[in-house]
């Protein structure tokens, strides 16, 4: 038995495939690997170039529980925004556990490209622009529809958070990941039950209602859109704290009067949003919230163009397991394209005008 330590370009054997370990993008020495409180995400990559997560849990978290992961996709394949549910677990009489005890019931799953909202929550105090309000529209709205269509068929995230979604903002579209905790009405109480975020988890749960229920992302699903609105708000921009928006829930002074001058802010340009966002703020539990449809709804009837995005997209399938997404360390295939275009020009006018 061995610590699982790679090194860039070391490879393992998973599920009967080869996987190589990738290196960081911004430190080619190491490989890559996202540290969070449960447990560690390294990037693998197939023989056919495509590119996976393999969630390794802390031995705190490394429970017989996770065998259920494999049984998400059963329940999502037909949801958007779910690519993640396509998961294998590593069972501990697998080769590879035998080998590397820490990858008892790891998970492997597709690697989805992009930027969190947590990442896009400190552009400004990194000095990057904010997205135009013209990208966050139909992202959050693509977010309402994910989390309308889930709690329809009965499961929850339990956990959403802004470093619990990916957006890709030149596709409009939001992707949940960190799906463990997810609630499914056929699955037991966890081990490990989630008290949500501050910021993100309403004043009924601050006080003891558990977020073990097909309502649980109500609350923070709202939350979450309002900040996608505001965030290129420019009087609101400065408002936001490098993790979110509020701080907590109703009750302290300093919350309440930044709700008060966001629905203020909201209810001009999405006054039907605006009285949704107002209905869950006061909630007194979770079941009070609107329903995420509703919030859904709201936001298409504030912005009458998204029906014809609507019309367009439909409610289509997840994609499949395997990820085809471009390595987030290989160069944009079309400024390459624009690169050598330009160096054959330059050449031949070299040989035109120059050579001779």
């Not at 909202?117 to 959050?140: K, N, V």
């Not at 936001?299 to 439909?314: E, F, M, T, W, Y």
Request: proline share 7%; net charge positive.
């Amino acid at each position: 038995m061995k610590a699982l330590r790679p090194k860039p370009r070391d490879t393992i054997s998973l599920f009967g495939e080869i996987f190589v370990f990738r290196e960081h993008g911004q430190a080619a020495w190491t490989v890559y690997c996202a540290e969070g409180r449960r447990a560690s995400v390294y990037l693998l990559e197939d023989d056919r170039g495509e590119f996976w997560a393999l969630k390794v849990f802390k031995p705190m978290f490394r429970d017989p529980s996770l065998r259920d992961q494999e049984e998400l996709a059963v329940h999502t394949r037909a949801l958007q925004g779910l690519r993640s549910s396509h998961r294998r677990v590593v069972l501990p009489n697998a080769s590879a556990a035998r080998m590397f005890p820490e990858l008892k019931y790891a998970i492997l799953m597709p690697w989805i490209e992009g930027e969190t909202w947590a990442d896009i929550l400190l552009r400004p105090f990194a000095g990057i622009t904010a997205p135009s309000l013209e990208d966050l529209i139909p992202t959050c709205y693509h977010l309402t529809r994910v989390l309308a269509q889930m709690e329809a068929v009965g499961i929850a995230h339990t956990d959403l958070s802004p470093g619990n979604l990916i957006l890709d903002l030149s596709k409009r579209e939001v992707q949940l990941i960190d799906l463990e905790d997810m609630y499914l009405a056929t699955k037991p109480n966890p081990r490990f039950e989630n008290l949500g975020v501050p910021g993100y988890r309403p004043l009924s749960v601050e006080h003891g209602e558990s977020l073990w229920t097909r309502s649980a992302d109500r609350y923070a699903g709202t939350i979450l859109t309002a900040e996608m609105l505001l965030f290129s708000h420019p009087g609101f921009v400065s408002k936001f704290t490098q993790e979110s928006l509020f701080t907590g829930p109703r009750g302290a002074t300093e919350n309440d009067k930044k709700f008060a001058e966001a629905a203020a802010a909201l209810s001009g340009p999405f006054p039907r949003f605006a009285a949704v966002l107002s209905r869950a703020w006061t909630a007194d539990t979770l079941d009070e919230c609107p329903r995420l449809r509703a919030v859904s709804e709201a936001i298409a009837a504030d912005c009458p163009a998204l029906q014809g995005v609507v019309a367009r997209s439909g409610v289509k399938p997840s994609r499949p397991a395997i990820n085809k997404s471009r390595s987030p360390f290989r160069p944009n295939s079309r400024k390459l394209s624009l690169l050598v275009a330009l160096v054959i020009v330059l050449v031949a006018f070299y040989l035109v005008f120059i050579g001779h």
